[in-house]
């Protein structure tokens, strides 16, 4: 007698699945092969944090340094105030730069001129594509002892008319301006797509029932758009101290550094101007634990009290 081996109904649906839709699975294929080279073979490269890392050695011929690295960073006597210059930033961010585009988008969607609102949308998208370079010479102008914003600023405050950018109470707010300038109108590009997918039949229901654009917008447009704007800022809370050295490197001078300097311009210069690697290493990998915490934890409140989540 012949023993027939039956296949397992999960694999027949895997591989029926698969030849259904093999050519949506090959499009994955280099999605899945940017995360394999550029997201998880480089956590190989985290070993570095624990050794006294030397190009010439390699990672496996450098000297095992334990947790001495963390230990300098957690010891070191800048440690509270770069952790609180990050904080301080991140926060200001979310605050002020989070809620921007989605006001943007919201007042977007009010205009029913079409040629007025592609013009706001050009207008507000252009900073984003300039040089970040060119963003902080412009920056840097507005605010020296002769730009137009620092002349406003004296005239309105009547102060001497210093550079802004040598005033370290005001970087901050220098900061999170030019955030909001650069970013607001691509990152409001998320939020108009969102909008679209809501149901028009809802606004068709509340204008004949009398309710007025606001209402409108307060009862369909800003529930429609919460799904959107919980995943956005779950993930934004999940980068909270991965502050960009870029920007604020250029920007920022020794006189501002009590306000200026934050975890990744001093990982900058600890790594790549000491050749420390070991250190920096160190620091991004407790930069990484401590956005997992907050990503995981922010994940959990907005399941539970939006009901809305990553997974």
Known sequence: MTTQHKRKPGASKYAKDFLHNKYLYLLMLPIIAYYVVFHYMPMYGAIIAFKNFSPVK?????????????????????????????????????????????????????????????????????????????????????????????????????????????????????????????????????YMAALTGIDQEQYEAARIDGASRLRQMWHITLPGLMPTIMIMLILRIGNMLNVGYEKIILLYNPVIYETADVISTSVYRKGLLEANWGFSSAVGLFNSAFNLLLLVGANYLSRKWSKNSLW
Request: aromatic share 18%; with cysteine; charged share 15%.
């Open 58 to 190: 390699g990672i496996w011929g450098s000297e095992w340094a334990g947790m001495e690295h963390f230990q300098a960073f957690f010891s070191s006597y800048y440690f509270w105030r770069l952790l609180t210059n990050t904080l301080l930033l991140s926060l200001n961010t979310l605050l002020f730069e989070f809620p921007a585009p989605i006001l943007l988008a919201l007042l977007l969607n009010e205009v029913r001129n079409r040629r007025f609102k592609n013009m706001v949308q050009t207008i507000a998208y252009m900073p984003y594509f300039i040089s970040l370079v060119v963003i902080c010479g412009i920056v840097k102008d507005f605010t020296g002892s002769g730009g137009f914003v620092n002349l406003a600023y004296t005239f309105v405050t009547g102060t001497d008319g210093q550079a802004l950018l040598q005033k370290p109470e005001l970087f901050r707010s220098i900061y999170v301006l030019s955030e909001i300038w650069q970013k607001i109108g691509w990152e409001s590009i998320i």
